[in-house]
């Protein structure tokens, strides 16, 4: 299975979505003209990331979110999978009524949506710490995500997704193992400088890709991980976008912290062998000593 991770650079607060629209475009094009079937771009891939504001104007804050997928901005993204046959991941503010969430939905390569998810370990604070030089507000702006980790059915393969905090959580993963998924997409928005943390600043990359490294391993998924990286209105964000292999190995990284497609054709059948060995879970797990996890 051939997929790509579409990895983008900042986006500025006054960028327009057709500006940002027509980037993905591009991204998506390359992707295709490598022979990639499934991209992945990052969380909330339309605009800046925004949560780094207190803003008090609730008629900016709906600025940020989309009202309907596709919509008249996004829908050439859409179009364009198409015409290329090419699906995807997007991360994305959705406004639903009044619920605020940090979304991303699984769109096929006949431009269909066929999956959607929405945030469920939303980080930081709902309002502005005093005495940091970053914010990190997103228990402002969304609500916890209410449809699980869902993991959908594309050709002969299983994906699941996950939106950027969440791929720190073991949980995450593992509920989507026990659906059988093949491959895990997951955007992602991580500053480097979070004061709060007091953390030198290599770790937060480190922690990337330790997390997706242990998480493809220890779950015998694919893990397709796609940044929002570089330095955005002032705050630097990670790169790192990667494809892990069920091994837990990187099978390819991006360079750069600007828009890049990075590629890899993945043989499925990589997994398969952990799944019945070391991983068999029918023969070697042990749910009846995991209760505290659900209980507390
Ligand atoms: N977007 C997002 O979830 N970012 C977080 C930063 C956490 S700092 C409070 C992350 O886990 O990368």
């Known amino acids: 299975m051939h997929i790509a991770v579409a ?27 490598r022979g990639a079937k499934w991209v992945t771009f ?69 431009g269909s949506i066929i999956g959607k998810y929405r945030k469920i370990h939303i980080p930081g604070d709902a309002q502005s ?32 997704m996950c939106i950027c905090n969440d791929r720190r959580w073991p949980e995450t993963y593992r509920v989507m193992s026990l659906q059988a998924v093949d491959l895990v997409m997951v955007g992602y928005n991580t500053p480097t400088g979070y004061g709060r943390l007091g953390e030198p600043r290599h770790l937060p990359l480190l922690h990337n890709h330790l997390s997706l ?23 630097h964000m990670i790169g790192g976008s990667c494809i892990v292999a069920p091994t837990g190995e990187i099978a390819v990284q991006a360079l750069s912290e600007d828009d890049e497609v990075i590629n890899y054709v993945c043989d499925m059948s990589l997994a398969d062998g952990y799944r019945g060995n070391i991983f068999n879970y029918e023969r070697h797990r042990r749910p009846e000593h995991y209760r505290a996890i659900v209980d507390r």
């Open 213 to 235: 490294q242990a998480a493809a391993y220890q779950n015998t998924c694919w893990v397709a991980a796609a940044a929002k990286a570089g330095v955005e209105e002032g705050i």
């Open 42 to 110: 990052p969380e909330l891939t339309l605009t800046t990331f925004f949560p780094r504001w207190s803003i008090e104007d609730p008629r900016e804050v709906r600025s940020f979110f989309e009202t309907e997928m596709p919509g008249k901005e996004t829908r050439p993204l859409f179009d364009l999978a198409r015409e290329l046959g090419v699906g995807f991941y997007l991360g994305y503010a959705e406004l639903d009524g009044e619920r605020q969430f940090n979304t991303s939905i699984l769109v096929d390569g006949g």
């Open 129 to 160: 710490q005093d005495g940091y030089p970053i914010q990190h507000l997103e228990k402002k702006y969304f609500q916890v995500g209410d449809l699980g980790f869902p993991v959908f059915d594309a050709g002969e393969t299983r994906i699941g």
């Open 7 to 33: 990895q983008v650079g900042p986006i500025a607060r006054s960028d327009t979505r057709a500006r940002t629209v027509a980037r993905l475009c591009e991204l998506l094009k390359d992707a295709a003209s």
